[in-house]
């Protein structure tokens, strides 16, 4: 909550919609150079992939020595509207505090994994507020093929919980769905078809995104390092010139683009920017998660989508490509499907799945966080049998 807290105050200064686009440019650029200058200040902020890879090797973060550059570079990144979420700079801090906690409570390994995804669970939950998708999604995120570390179900359950009452407590917001979604007419066997479509759409955008990350990242790759944060600053700023949906990860935007009526051009130049504005973020060091802004893209598909098929069940298809879209990417199929019908307060869980796991089976050989991989069995160090060790 603190986090969140102070990231709201930041925004009132730094938020695109405080500045004209051409001076908003020079605000990116100028935290471009702030990036550079915090991180040579406090060190590598890492990222959740790193995370993720420590948990499968040690059980957790092996310190805290990272949370002072990730706080303050995250929030920056995010409050000047670059386009990627608090998602991971947050569920990066809270798995690892859980993982110090257990250290000096003394756990081993696998207690300090149990305690560690507990924490993302809590982060998760306090962003999404959905805490039964928020645990599933902290734990399908460290594989390629669903959940693994079973026994950690239900204390992420009740990590999440308690990060869910806390959230409440402190904001004193209700329980009313985040996002307001189009409501779903009686459905029926031809909904499935349309959501095995949405989970074939799903999977192109999870290629294009990790493709066009690669490229960016590339390119990248031949700047000198500090001077990547700025290039991406610059970058960001030409792009709001096209778009502003190019800026920042896209919740408030998301609910603009469901209950607006919007011509399909706009619809797919919102999508497009989302996707390039993310992209260009990640690969130039800009901290933040894509969740978000994935579901982003997927709403705005889905809002085209039915304005070509007008007879698809405009629920169905939004739904559908949201969660598709996040899928692709994080291979969340359950944690996906729940955190989305459980923002948007809907009933379309079984043609959501079905787009969740066509995703899934058309993207298993897609890899966007490499550290992801099978379980490691403790009593060998390998995978159990019949399980490779990249997951």
């Known amino acids: ?91 990066q801090t809270t798995g690892t505090v859980g993982s110090g906690a257990a250290r000096r409570a003394g756990l081993d390994a696998g207690a300090t994994r149990i305690v560690t995804l507990a924490g993302m669970a809590s982060g998760f939950t306090v962003l999404f507020g ?31 919980v ?54 960016l990242r590339a390119a990248s790759e ?29 919740e408030a935007q998301l609910g603009r683009v469901t209950s607006t009526r919007l011509a399909l051009g706009a619809l797919g130049l919102a999508a497009a920017a989302k996707l390039l504005g993310s992209t260009v973020s990640l690969a130039t060091g800009w901290k933040g998660g894509f969740i978000i802004p994935l579901f982003f893209v997927g709403a705005a598909l889905g809002r085209a989508g039915h304005l070509l098929v007008p007879g698809a069940d405009e629920a169905v298809l939004v739904a559908g490509l949201m969660v598709a879209c996040a899928v692709g990417v994080t291979k969340t199929p359950i944690g996906s499907v729940l955190v989305v019908t459980e923002m948007a307060g809907l009933t379309l869980l079984p043609p959501v799945l079905v787009a969740s796991v066509v995703t899934l089976a058309l993207t298993s050989r897609l890899s966007m966080i490499e550290s992801q991989r099978g379980r490691v069995e403790p009593a060998t160090g390998h995978p159990p049998v019949g399980e490779r060790s990249d997951g």
């Open 222 to 250: 031949r700047l000198p390092p500090g001077g990547r944060p700025l290039a991406g600053g610059v970058a960001l700023g030409l792009l709001a010139a096209v778009s502003p949906y190019a800026l920042t990860f896209g």
């Open 130 to 160: 959905a805490p039964l998708g928020s645990a599933v999604f902290a734990l399908e995120i460290l594989h390629r093929r669903g959940l693994e570390y079973y026994e950690a179900l239900m204390p992420a359950v009740l990590g999440s």
């Open 1 to 91: 909550m603190a986090y969140l807290g102070v990231l709201h105050l930041l925004e009132r200064g730094l938020w695109p919609s405080g500045w004209p686009v051409l001076t908003h440019g020079l605000v990116l650029a100028g935290v471009g150079v702030a990036i550079t200058l915090l991180t040579r200040a406090l060190g590598n902020p890492g990222d959740v992939e790193l995370l993720v890879d420590n948990i499968h090797v040690s059980g957790g973060a092996e310190d805290l020595r990272r949370l002072p550059s990730l706080v303050p570079v995250s929030l920056l990144c995010i409050a000047a509207g670059g386009a990627l979420g608090p998602e991971a700079p947050l569920v």
């Open 162 to 215: 308690a990060g869910y009452a806390v959230h409440l407590v402190a904001s004193g917001a209700g329980l009313a769905p985040v996002w307001d979604l189009p409501e779903a007419g009686p459905l029926g066997p031809a909904d499935l078809g349309w959501a095995l479509a949405c989970g074939v759409v799903g999977a192109g955008v999870a290629a294009a995104f990790v493709a066009v990350h690669r490229l």
